[in-house]
């Protein structure tokens, strides 16, 4: 019996998808068909998706109750995979605690100012709740949709949130995060503080608005070192995670670049390892000591390979996943922009098949 704090008409407190096959597998079982759901599902690679977005910025459209709602949902009715992740972005809360930040085409999210001295830290302010009504209203009008099909909440773990507030915008190496680590460690445990509880309430409002599981996405946690990720990060992703411990929602931890990290991401606190393309699943399992649920992990790049060749991917993927308690078949990063859509659907129908 799991102990929820979750309102008793939520999905997964009701039942409605506690018996789903991505449910049931993050919590250690193995259903009798192989869930999959595939990270970016939801953007740029569905032409649905381009044509709902002419003229709204991609923040807006995060905002917009009805456009993120049917964003999340036009993924699900055309590949049939078995979970819906929320569209959002990691910044989203960013932006919610008053900090100016937009996405720019082409390169990401850029800020207005950059976060690097303990006076910038300083001037950092809580998010307000009430702020996040509309992605909680997003959430809400998504569920009534899926049904059964379960939502993933999603956000960004405190390091990669903190890596783009110091850099200004994406980075190559993190060089200025990573140094503000060691250089200035009170301003950095301050602004991972900051970054844990931001990140950590905007999951939980998405949880308790309905979805039935979250995923932190640490994206640039592979420039870091075992020791450092241990000490100046793990803390803080622990505490992220700890705004949804009552939630008894199952957890997934995702990082790119994260092989040597898998351990120590897996005992922050969550039930599932993302596993990238980097090292074959069962190496993966092996070095999470053959007792932590995995999801991955397709190469995006072979996507657009011949499918002979991808097949033969997935089905290896899918057999190195049995060195685990429990797999959810997802890949080993995001859908691509121009990835044909059909590929993922036909994906979808061969891990159902298998």
Same mark, same amino acid.
């Given at each position: 019996?799991? /102990?929820? +704090?979750?309102?008793?008409?939520? %999905? !997964?407190?009701?039942?409605?998808? =506690?018996?789903?096959? $991505?449910?049931?597998? #993050?919590?250690?079982?193995?259903?009798?068909?192989?869930?999959?759901?595939?990270?970016?599902?939801?953007?740029?690679?569905?032409?649905?998706?381009?044509?709902?977005?002419?003229?709204?910025?991609?923040?807006?459209?995060?905002?917009?109750?009805?456009?993120?709602?049917?964003?999340?949902?036009?993924?699900?009715?055309?590949?049939?995979?078995?979970?819906?992740?929320?569209?959002?972005?990691?910044?989203?809360?960013?932006?919610?605690?008053?900090?100016?930040?937009?996405?720019?085409?082409?390169?990401?999210?850029?800020?207005?100012?950059?976060?690097?001295?303990?006076?910038?830290?300083?001037?950092?302010?809580?998010?307000?709740?009430?702020?996040?009504?509309?992605?909680?209203?997003?959430?809400?009008? /998504?569920? +009534?949709?899926?049904?059964?099909? %379960? !939502?993933?909440?999603?956000?960004? =773990?405190?390091?990669? $949130?903190?890596?783009? #507030?110091?850099?200004?915008?994406?980075?190559?190496?993190?060089?200025?995060?990573?140094?503000?680590?060691?250089?200035?460690?009170?301003?950095?445990?301050?602004?991972?503080?900051?970054?844990?509880?931001?990140?950590?309430?905007?999951?939980?409002?998405?949880?308790?608005?309905?979805?039935?599981?979250?995923?932190?996405?640490?994206?640039?946690?592979?420039?870091?070192?075992?020791?450092?990720?241990?000490?100046?990060?793990?803390?803080?992703?622990?505490?992220?995670?700890?705004?949804?411990?009552?939630?008894?929602?199952?957890?997934?931890?995702?990082?790119?670049?994260?092989?040597?990290?898998?351990?120590?991401?897996?005992?922050?606190?969550?039930?599932?390892?993302?596993?990238?393309?980097?090292?074959?699943?069962?190496?993966?399992?092996?070095?999470?000591?053959?007792?932590?649920?995995?999801?991955?992990?397709?190469?995006?790049?072979?996507?657009?390979?011949?499918?002979?060749?991808?097949?033969?991917?997935?089905?290896?993927?899918?057999?190195?996943?049995?060195?685990?308690?429990?797999?959810?078949?997802?890949?080993?990063?995001?859908?691509?922009?121009?990835?044909?859509?059909?590929?993922?659907?036909?994906?979808?129908?061969?891990?159902?098949?298998?």
């Amino acid at each position: 019996m799991i /102990t929820t +704090a979750l309102p008793a008409t939520h %999905p !997964l407190a009701s039942g409605l998808t =506690a018996g789903s096959s $991505l449910v049931r597998a #993050l919590r250690g079982d193995r259903p009798e068909t192989l869930p999959v759901w595939f990270m970016r599902q939801a953007g740029r690679s569905l032409p649905e998706y381009r044509k709902l977005r002419v003229g709204t910025k991609m923040l807006d459209a995060c905002l917009d109750p009805e456009l993120s709602s049917e964003i999340t949902l036009q993924p699900v009715r055309r590949h049939g995979v078995d979970a819906g992740i929320f569209f959002s972005d990691i910044v989203v809360p960013v932006k919610l605690a008053g900090v100016g930040v937009e996405i720019v085409p082409g390169r990401g999210p850029v800020l207005n100012e950059p976060i690097r001295t303990a006076a910038d830290v300083a001037k950092l302010r809580p998010i307000d709740p009430d702020s996040l009504a509309p992605v909680a209203e997003g959430v809400a009008r /998504t569920v +009534a949709e899926l049904g059964a099909t %379960p !939502l993933i909440g999603f956000a960004g =773990a405190p390091f990669t $949130l903190a890596a783009y #507030l110091v850099e200004g915008g994406p980075s190559k190496d993190h060089i200025r995060a990573r140094t503000l680590m060691h250089a200035e460690p009170e301003t950095w445990r301050a602004l991972m503080e900051w970054a844990a509880d931001t990140t950590g309430e905007f999951l939980r409002a998405q949880i308790m608005a309905g979805a039935s599981a979250g995923q932190l996405f640490d994206s640039w946690v592979g420039s870091l070192s075992l020791a450092d990720y241990v000490e100046h990060v793990a803390p803080w992703s622990a505490r992220a995670l700890s705004h949804i411990d009552d939630l008894g929602v199952p957890r997934i931890h995702f990082g790119v670049g994260s092989g040597e990290l898998l351990a120590a991401m897996r005992d922050v606190g969550t039930d599932a390892v993302g596993v990238d393309w980097r090292i074959p699943l069962d190496e993966a399992s092996r070095r999470l000591g053959g007792r932590t649920v995995v999801q991955g992990n397709i190469n995006p790049a072979l996507l657009q390979a011949p499918w002979p060749v991808l097949e033969a991917h997935v089905r290896d993927v899918v057999e190195r996943g049995r060195a685990a308690p429990a797999h959810v078949l997802n890949l080993g990063h995001g859908v691509s922009p121009d990835t044909d859509p059909a590929v993922l659907t036909r994906i979808v129908e061969l891990a159902h098949e298998l």
